[in-house]
């Protein structure tokens, strides 16, 4: 397989890759069942985030981790920082997040 990707072609996807923010959404010590409603609202903000286009990847973690979830923001670090400072559950302290710069070839996507 790594015979068929040339030189030429990872440049030319190189040169097409495009900025995103990647976010790390973790669990706080305040986490848990009590907070469901906040957690509700922050789930319904992530869908209209989404619908928006600002948010192309939502993915909540679906273990007993630290690690809530992660998104792959379609804006600027400091939109995203902004964006998640304003959610209901980092608001409440019921998360924290962390933002890196991060980078996305033509045709990357989640099947479904």
Known sequence: MTSTITDEYMNEMRGQAKDYSFVLLKKTPEFGTEAWPIIWEHGRRNFWLRARGTVPIVSPIADDSPIAGFYVFNVSLEEARQI????????AGLFTFEVHPCRGFPGDALSL
């Open 84 to 91: 998640m400072t304003e959610d209901p559950g980092v608001q």
